[in-house]
């Protein structure tokens, strides 16, 4: 792990819930459980990413009181084999039943023998980490390193139905500057503050993407990491937030018209500005260290391939998409038959846009074809082994911008809870103009084709995809 780079930690919703209901059984003492982590090791975060809740039975401790909890270390032993076998990293959190919000002076005896232990078990530098949860949900932590020292998490975050962070240490933000004023006034300094720390990724530069990221900027997000490999064309200058005619005459990368405008617009926003496609080594390690992703994408391998991300690395996923439909020829040429737009949030361990029926698998792999080998791709269609063909769909600035808004407040709403009814009740979110309706659906189930990579982090190659793999020369 590099020298100086934030460590945090991340667990899904039902996660945390069930962490929660196992450290708190209303008798008043203090309890543990150990997270089996992944790892994103970055080069500007580090981020462990919980898999699964492993509870310490209460009849396995020998002490449980309301200031401490002891239990013998033969209990984790399986649990180590299992994070060296699968390169994973364990966090132990026990609960503070009195609300205590610091560690104790029992919590640095127990720390001090256990991590340098699990360090010495595993033999190299993967991270460990010791947390403590209080009776309102809220966590602080901290981790081990080389030198034996054992600095805070920067950041704990919950990406469920509400996203939850807690970081260590005071305000990121300092004094709201005066653009932020107003914004700060409806959602409150904290609010404001917590913008300043996120890491958003944005993967799409274009119809959505472009106005998703003009939003964030001036909303004060602290750092946007912006992916797209596409360069602008006329043909876009229609949809394209602070795009030019002569960007186009250029051929300027879309990521770098767009980090230029935020730069201009003097919010103190950091872009990392990525002029490749989503399907790189070097895109995927990027966008997995933020903290929420938004997808801007029309391509069904795309989206597919953002979601597996999302579910390995635990991102909260904004998925954008916008129709128009209109008879492309003949009499009726130019007929506006349909123009609707949707917002899926996927929250890490729920449901999919596989198992909410976007897509099927089957459309994936026809994708992926299209992608990597038009030529057979087409020779399938020919042959009516697969069904359809790609089209340029109509786009227009008006409908992508009123879908990229909607987004944005979905994320504002999750951030700050301010709807009447739980967030949970808002997981897809449908604007029709054409009946000048808005409709929405609840959380349904949790997708069965993602399940077993939860949480996984890092892996050779990169999401169990070899096409991930780095090029060795």
């Known amino acids: 792990m590099p020298g100086g780079v934030m460590v945090g930690l991340t667990l899904n919703g039902t996660q945390h819930a069930a962490l929660k209901a196992h450290l708190f059984p209303g008798d008043g003492l203090e309890a543990a459980a150990f997270l089996l982590c992944g790892v994103r090791a970055g080069d500007r975060r580090t981020r462990l990413i919980a898999r699964e809740?492993?509870?310490?039975?209460?009849?396995?401790?020998?002490?449980?009181?309301?200031?401490?909890?002891?239990?013998?270390?033969?209990?984790?032993?399986?649990?180590?084999?299992?994070?060296?076998?699968?390169?994973?990293?364990?966090?132990?959190?026990?609960?503070?039943?009195?609300?205590?919000?610091?560690?104790?002076?029992?919590?640095?005896?127990?720390?001090?023998?256990?991590?340098?232990?699990?360090?010495?078990?595993?033999?190299?530098?993967?991270p460990h980490g010791s947390a403590v949860m209080l009776p309102d949900g809220r966590m602080?932590?901290?981790?081990?390193?080389?030198?034996?020292?054992?600095?805070?998490?920067?950041?704990?975050?919950?990406?469920?139905?509400?996203?939850?962070?807690?970081h260590d240490g005071a305000s990121g933000a300092g004094a709201v500057p005066g653009f932020a004023a107003s914004h700060a006034q409806a959602f409150g300094e904290g609010t404001f503050d917590?913008?300043?720390?996120?890491?958003?990724?944005?993967?799409?530069?274009?119809?959505?993407?472009?106005?998703?990221?003009?939003q964030l900027a001036r909303l004060g997000v602290g750092e946007l990491v912006i992916v797209d490999d596409?360069?602008?064309?006329?043909?876009?200058?229609?949809?394209?937030?602070?795009?030019?005619?002569?960007?186009?005459?250029?051929?300027?990368?879309?990521?770098?018209?767009?980090?230029?405008?935020v730069e201009r617009m003097g919010t103190g926003t950091r872009v990392i500005a990525l002029e490749r496609?989503?399907?790189?080594?070097?895109?995927?390690?990027?966008?997995a260290q933020c903290d929420i992703v938004f997808g801007c994408m029309d391509t069904i391998d795309g989206r597919f391939l953002l979601n597996t991300l999302a579910t390995f690395y635990q991102l909260p996923y904004f998925d954008l998409?916008?129709?128009?439909?209109?008879?492309?020829?003949?009499?009726?040429?130019?007929?506006?038959?349909?123009?609707?737009?949707?917002?899926?949030?996927?929250?890490p361990g729920g449901s999919s846009l596989v198992s909410r029926g976007?897509?099927?698998?089957?459309?994936?792999?026809?994708?992926?074809?299209?992608?990597?080998?038009?030529?057979?791709?087409?020779?399938?269609?020919?042959?009516?082994?697969?069904?359809?063909?790609?089209?340029?769909?109509?786009?227009?600035?008006?409908?992508?911008?009123?879908?990229?808004?909607?987004?944005?407040?979905?994320?504002?709403?999750?951030?700050?809870?301010?709807?009447?009814?739980?967030n949970e009740a808002f997981a897809h979110i449908e604007v029709s103009l054409s009946e000048m309706a808005m409709f929405r659906d609840p959380k349904p189930g949790a997708c069965p084709v993602f399940r077993g990579d939860l949480g996984r982090g890092d892996t050779r190659p990169l999401l169990g995809m070899p096409e991930l793999s780095r090029r060795v020369v």
């Not at 300043?196 to 993407?209: H, W």
């Not at 937030?241 to 051929?251: P, S, V, Y």
Request: aromatic share 6%; net charge negative; charged share 25%.
């Open 53 to 126: 809740v492993f509870p310490v039975p209460y009849s396995a401790c020998s002490i449980r009181t309301d200031r401490r909890v002891t239990w013998p270390t033969d209990t984790i032993l399986p649990l180590l084999e299992i994070a060296e076998r699968s390169g994973g990293t364990l966090v132990k959190v026990h609960s503070h039943p009195g609300g205590d919000p610091a560690f104790s002076g029992v919590d640095d005896e127990s720390d001090r023998l256990l991590l340098p232990s699990l360090r010495d078990w595993f033999d190299d530098d993967r």
């Open 230 to 261: 596409d360069t602008v064309e006329e043909r876009n200058l229609n949809r394209i937030l602070n795009a030019t005619a002569a960007d186009a005459e250029k051929g300027r990368a879309k990521v770098a018209v767009l980090a230029g405008a």
């Open 321 to 347: 998409g916008v129709r128009i439909h209109a008879v492309p020829e003949g009499l009726r040429r130019g007929e506006i038959v349909e123009v609707c737009g949707s917002v899926h949030y996927l929250a």
């Open 194 to 214: 917590l913008l300043r720390r996120l890491s958003v990724a944005v993967v799409g530069c274009s119809g959505t993407g472009s106005p998703v990221i003009e």
């Open 358 to 422: 976007l897509f099927s698998l089957d459309d994936v792999r026809a994708a992926g074809l299209a992608r990597t080998d038009p030529e057979a791709h087409a020779r399938q269609i020919a042959d009516g082994y697969i069904s359809g063909v790609t089209v340029r769909r109509p786009a227009v600035i008006s409908l992508n911008m009123l879908i990229a808004s909607l987004a944005v407040n979905d994320l504002l709403a999750r951030l700050h809870p301010f709807r009447d009814d739980p």
């Open 277 to 287: 496609s989503l399907w790189s080594p070097e895109a995927i390690e990027a966008v």
């Open 140 to 166: 602080f932590g901290r981790t081990v390193g080389a030198d034996g020292a054992m600095p805070p998490l920067t950041q704990i975050n919950v990406a469920g139905d509400d996203l939850l962070f807690w």
